[in-house]
């Protein structure tokens, strides 16, 4: 049996694991975060996940005996897997949950659709300088709370104060450390979520906020994601004047959604809700039968139609009400014309909402569309099954001649895209979807050929970006092409090792070759190490010391520098070179900081210059000489 800790902290209300790990850190005194991490989750070359933390289990065999926690209570109370679950199908919860059971945390974006949606997938640190101040004087420290951690949550929805986030840092990612929130932000690791011109206009993201909350503490049984499709084409036609709803809605919607949260689309979190993207992702979410998609894309036609979720949740139920009884009322006195050959019953397979459909069409006498609203589902998908359990209406004939619909037959099984499709034929959208439902063998063939298609898409992509790029290894083609990654990874994942494998292979080979000299591969390296130290040399930010470690970093030549230094004399004669010494790095940053002054409009004091470049109160004599220029505006001797 595992070693337990003698004790562990007791998790505060909405802290994330993150935070309860950072406390138990500072309390046990390891001194060394991997150490701590290792102890905690059996590997000290964990990445702990701020949202969906993995391995868990490890670090429920950790608590002392008694405690009052369990893995599953950890997943539900402090972990944002609540929030999620009421987007995501039966399987990918099952998967999601035991992942963070058992594993690590690698393929959980994967399930989220995270790494190839257009939400992305970055894993960030928010918090609210209130909270912690208001945590340290009640609790006696501050710590890391779920609620701000939520994908759109730029503001506190208790103090509706704009959050801090950790600021990225490429020279120091951090991907290891293990702390708290600062009571006061530190503008070299923290920085605004909100511009300075966007601390007015929050009120919109305060209902986002809002919103997000209340998801992440709601009951299953109360939200889930199915219902409130159906609601919002309901919500719409309620808030529509004029027009045919079902073709309007997503272009009326995402007018509405840019007027409200335009000025957002800078912000990281908001991108997706930029030009010509947001009637897309509105098209797709309002699609009643779509199986998942994102919990923001869903808090944000929330916020817009309802204002917060506790309105939409009871209107739900007063607008589904109104609707069935004013379908009764007008419908059931003209009955369709319906054919019924003999009725079946519902298969294993078949929807459980189809069980209601012999009463809904039969016997009250309702149309698809009346039935289709009532069920929230769409008349081609009511009609598709009423016609496999026997149901046959009558329907109105198309407006599509037999020659263009074989025409459209044949591209389809082309595997053209249907918009594309719809656009060379001038016919609705829905009605290419509709011969696509009706006609087995052509769908079939169009998702076949639209895989051959994807397939070759992709392939070509990966093909193209290995020999760009011929240094780059799994990481940085995976962050280069993310989608067509990560759909070779689920469809073709053969093909992809068959291509990355190789490379590993070459490079290992030409490690064991290092000891014969070669002068071309070494000048090259050595214009690429020259190259990254003027990249570093010529920033405008707060300068970072030429180290070796840090050339060899950028250009993928740490193996070089560390171990194979002996077979390459010319980098090993014009490194020391290209490096800095404390004391070159010490005056570079006592210029930028003059220039900086000087930009901003203050005054060059000694004190600002000894804070801003990070010098002591005593340096060397040529150190305190240029100082002393500065300050006496001399600018010969900067």
Not at 35 to 43: A, D, E, P, Q
């Amino acid at each position: 049996m595992s070693a337990r800790a003698r004790s562990f902290p007791i998790p505060f209300d909405d802290e994330t694991v993150f935070s309860l790990a950072s406390r138990y850190h500072l309390m046990c005194g390891m001194g060394s975060v991997k150490r701590t991490l290792h102890f905690l989750f059996g590997s000290p070359a964990v990445v702990l996940r701020v949202g969906l933390p993995g391995r868990l289990s490890n670090l429920e065999s950790r608590f002392p005996e008694g405690y009052p926690l369990s893995v599953g209570e950890l997943i539900e109370q402090h972990t944002a897997y609540p929030y999620y679950w009421p987007f995501l199908t039966l399987p990918r919860r099952v998967k999601i949950w035991n992942a963070m059971h058992n594993t690590d945390t690698g393929n959980i974006k994967a399930l989220l659709g995270a790494l190839a949606s257009r939400h992305g997938a970055k894993d960030q640190l928010r918090f609210c300088s209130e909270c912690a101040h208001e945590d340290l004087e009640s609790k006696g420290q501050p710590y890391w709370r779920r609620a701000h951690q939520l994908p759109g949550v730029l503001v506190c929805q208790k103090h509706a104060r704009g959050l801090y986030r950790r600021r990225d840092n490429p020279a120091n990612p951090m991907r290891f450390a293990l702390f708290l929130p600062p009571l006061k932000p530190d503008p070299d690791n923290f920085v605004s979520c909100l511009p300075d011109d966007m601390h007015d206009d929050g009120a919109e993201l305060l209902r986002i906020a809002k919103i997000s909350a209340e998801c992440l503490a709601r009951e299953r049984s109360v939200f889930t994601a199915g219902p409130f499709k159906a609601l919002y084409h309901q919500k719409i036609e309620a808030l529509m004047v004029e027009g045919r709803v079902g073709r309007n809605a997503p272009e009326w919607l995402a007018q509405l959604l840019t007027t409200r949260l335009g000025q957002f689309t800078t912000l990281e979190d908001y991108r997706f809700l930029g030009a010509n993207r947001t009637e897309s992702w509105v098209r797709d979410t309002l699609r009643v039968d779509r199986s998942t998609s994102h919990p923001l894309t869903h808090i944000i036609l929330i916020s817009a139609l309802f204002d917060d979720l506790q309105t939409a949740i009871t209107e739900s139920r007063r607008l589904t009400s109104a609707r069935q009884d004013k379908t009764l009322l007008t419908e059931t006195s003209a009955r369709p014309n319906i054919s019924v050959r003999r009725v079946s019953r519902p298969s294993d397979d078949t929807p459980v909402w189809c069980v209601s459909l012999p009463e809904l069409l039969i016997e009250k006498g309702l149309s698809m569309t009346a039935a289709a609203r009532i069920l929230g589902k769409t008349t081609t998908t009511v009609r598709i099954h009423a016609e496999r359990m026997g149901i046959v209406t009558k329907r109105r004939p198309k407006r599509i001649t037999s020659d263009l619909e074989s025409k459209i037959m044949k591209a389809l099984r082309h595997g053209s895209p249907r918009s594309e499709i719809a656009q060379r034929y001038q016919v609705s959208l829905s009605t290419v979807d509709r011969l696509l439902a009706t006609h087995k063998d052509v769908r079939d063939s169009h998702l076949q050929s639209q895989q051959l298609m994807r397939r070759a898409l992709a392939h070509g992509r990966l093909v193209s970006s290995l020999a760009n790029n011929p240094h780059w290894g799994r990481k940085q083609i995976r962050a280069d092409i993310p989608a067509d990654y990560m759909w070779l990874y689920r469809n073709d994942r053969q093909w992809l090792e068959q291509q990355l494998n190789p490379r590993n292979m070459l490079r290992a080979a030409s490690r064991r070759r290092m000891g014969k000299h070669n002068e071309g591969r070494d000048r090259e390296y050595l214009r690429d190490l020259q190259d990254a130290a003027q990249q570093i040399m010529s920033r405008d930010q707060k300068p970072v010391r030429v180290t070796r470690s840090l050339l060899g970093r950028m250009t993928g030549l740490t193996s070089v520098i560390e171990k194979y230094l002996g077979s390459f004399p010319i980098i090993r004669e014009s490194l020391p070179s290209l490096c800095e010494s404390p004391a070159q790095f010490k005056h570079r940053r006592l210029s930028w900081a003059v220039k900086t002054l000087r930009d901003e409009g203050k005054g060059v004091l000694a004190w600002r210059l000894r804070r801003l470049a990070g010098l002591g109160p005593s340096e060397s004599p040529d150190i305190e000489l240029r100082i002393a220029g500065a300050v006496s505006c001399q600018p010969a001797s900067i």
